[in-house]
């Protein structure tokens, strides 16, 4: 806005006489919402708006004073050598602009640069001062904000997902309690046994988020990926009858993947039940899977609404949810699980509505060498 002032300053000059020009140039600071000083070739202050008098002194105090002596704060000021600044102006030298700059209490946006007359010659140097000091603090405030609701809806997210594990612990640690007198041996042995696979798949959990977190390379065993889906939706069998949605598995994969179990499982595991929360009541999702040459394709439908093309890339930024009590975290871990192996995940719109979700796995070299044997 200091460089337009500058414009209208010198523009004012070429149309009007010299003693109206200053009256003009007053009048045209005047109404600036930022602070305007100019000064004249020895740095004396001719202009000192309204919106510098408000913070920096009243103008009858600073008119015709130097200009460090007329705004002490600059001449105080330790982070910048404000006398060198005006000295370079006054010569004629470049335009300056400080975009942060702290002064006094206050954190200012400023400029300095000369006021030139019609042939080009140094007439003054202008400086303006804008106060940034409360959209500053309000910048940060919404920073913070920001990373407290990330750090609230991570640990919602944790929460989320090793709350199914404990539920089943303590439900089993109640019936043990009740009925250790008349239960025998090998049952108690058999509800342990539960309880032990329910910790380790806790265990497990964290370790994988843990993971995701550092982003290590995937753990690879060989696996049939479909041996491996059938063992993901079989856990979620439970979730789509409670819903009242079908649940449908056609596998189509013949290959065995080298791939890291633990976060395929996440990932399929996080699509699918993304899937059958909006489906519905009533509503269908099907899981595919084909062997195309170079990789190893898994298709996640569901007819519930779709996903709008302009939230389909949103869908994987971390904590982006529009779910009641959602945490953002599925999909952003399903993505990370999946481009650890080399693969991509696609949202695409269901032919009929509804979501499509298609994981590629590529093939390593292990299963390249083998499909030629
Ligand atoms: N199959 C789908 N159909 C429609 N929208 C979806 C589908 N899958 C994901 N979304 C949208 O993407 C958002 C992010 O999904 P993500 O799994 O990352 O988190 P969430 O499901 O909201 O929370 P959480 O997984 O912790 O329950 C969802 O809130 C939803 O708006
Ligand atoms: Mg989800």
Redesign the pocket.
Known sequence: MSGRFLFYSELLLRVLPEEDYALHLEALAEELPLGVVATDVQGRVLVWNRALAAWAGPRERALGQPLLEAFPLLAADTNLDWAGLIAAALRGGAYRELVRQPLGERLVRATVGPMRGPQGLVLGAVLSFQDITSSAREEERRRLQTRSEAITSLG??IA??IRNPINALSLNLQLLRERIADLPREAIAAKADTMIAELGRMESLVAHLLEVSRGGPPDRAPERIDVLLAAVLERLEGMAQHAGSRLLFRPGSRRVLHVDRARIDRAVH??V???L???GRGGTVEVRTRDDPHSTVIV?D?D????APE?RQ????L?????R??????????QRAVESHGGEIE?LERPGG????VLHLPIGQDEAAAGEA
């Open positions: 919602a997210g989320h997902e996080n699509i039940r993304n899937a929360e909006s489906a996640v569901d519930g609404p779709g996903i939230d949103r869908v994987f930024e904590f982006w949810t529009k779910k009590g959602g945490t953002g975290l599925g999909l952003p871990l399903a949202v509804g979501a499509r979700f």
